[in-house]
T-cell receptor
Framework: AQSVTQPDIHITVSEGASLELRCNYS??????LFWYVQSPGQGLQLLLK??????LVQGIKGFEAEFKRSQSSFNLRKPSVHWSDAAEYFC???????????FGTGTRLTIIP | GAVVSQHPSRVICKSGTSVKIECRSL??????MFWYRQFPKQSLMLMAT?????????EQGVEKDKFLINHASLTLSTLTVTSAHPEDSSFYIC??????????????FGPGTRLTVL
């Protein structure tokens, strides 16, 4: 079965600084990978997804993620964060032939002025 | 497009009562809907997968008689928590898919329902 790990429970960055959130997956073949963002008390919004092709994926709100098969990673990046980026970020993995998603435990992002 | 709503957004009930949560796809037809449960500061745990017109498929450890799921139409799925107890207090989130393919189809999430059982 597939699994996903988000090693960082909580990250604090200054507004305007760059951001990288880590995500590692475990699966024998190429998985489908997703990043979702959840604002307090809200549902999840899809930031970006990777299925195949170019390993650098562009998403909404200026986010991007890079699939690295050799490292089993799909880290999320943003060059300059804004206060509105403060939220919970979830990495998720899906596999071919199964419509379910498996979510990581999330990383809470705090932005300081 | 691809908006999913949930109602109510917040509900408080007494122990032993039943609570119904609605999940609607507002601008698309959802062949599949999912119900998740999220504990504070934790991830989303899939409870069940619901396909229109058929019985829901529950994940291991989820009591199907306690969490009744009905997917009566392509735009509506309901989750009823029967005989609710304080340990059922949680944040319940639904999601919906446009197509009936695999995990590559994007799931669109509702805003969630906060259930508090006294």
């Amino acid at each position: 079965a597939q699994s996903v790990t988000q090693p960082d429970i909580h990250i604090t960055v200054s507004e305007g600084a760059s951001l990288e959130l880590r995500c590692n997956y475990s699966y024998g073949a190429t998985p489908y990978l997703f990043w979702y963002v959840q604002s307090p008390g809200q549902g999840l919004q899809l930031l970006l997804k990777y299925f195949s092709g170019d390993t650098l994926v562009q998403g909404i709100k200026g986010f991007e993620a890079e699939f690295k098969r050799s490292q089993s990673s799909f880290n999320l990046r943003k060059p300059s964060v804004h206060w509105s980026d403060a939220a919970e970020y979830f990495c998720a993995v899906g596999v071919y032939g199964n419509e379910k998603l498996t979510f990581g435990t999330g990383t809470r992002l705090t932005i300081i002025p | 497009g691809a908006v999913v709503s949930q109602h109510p957004s917040r509900v408080i009930c007494k122990s032993g009562t039943s609570v119904k949560i609605e999940c609607r796809s507002l601008d698309f037809q959802a062949t599949t809907m999912f119900w998740y449960r999220q504990f504070p500061k934790q991830s989303l745990m899939l409870m069940a997968t619901s396909n229109e017109g058929s019985k829901a498929t529950y994940e291991q450890g989820v009591e199907k008689d306690k969490f009744l799921i009905n997917h009566a139409s392509l735009t509506l799925s309901t989750l009823t928590v029967t005989s609710a107890h304080p340990e059922d207090s949680s944040f319940y989130i639904c999601s919906a898919k446009v197509a009936s393919g695999g995990a590559e189809d994007t799931q669109y999430f509702g805003p969630g329902t906060r259930l508090t059982v006294l």
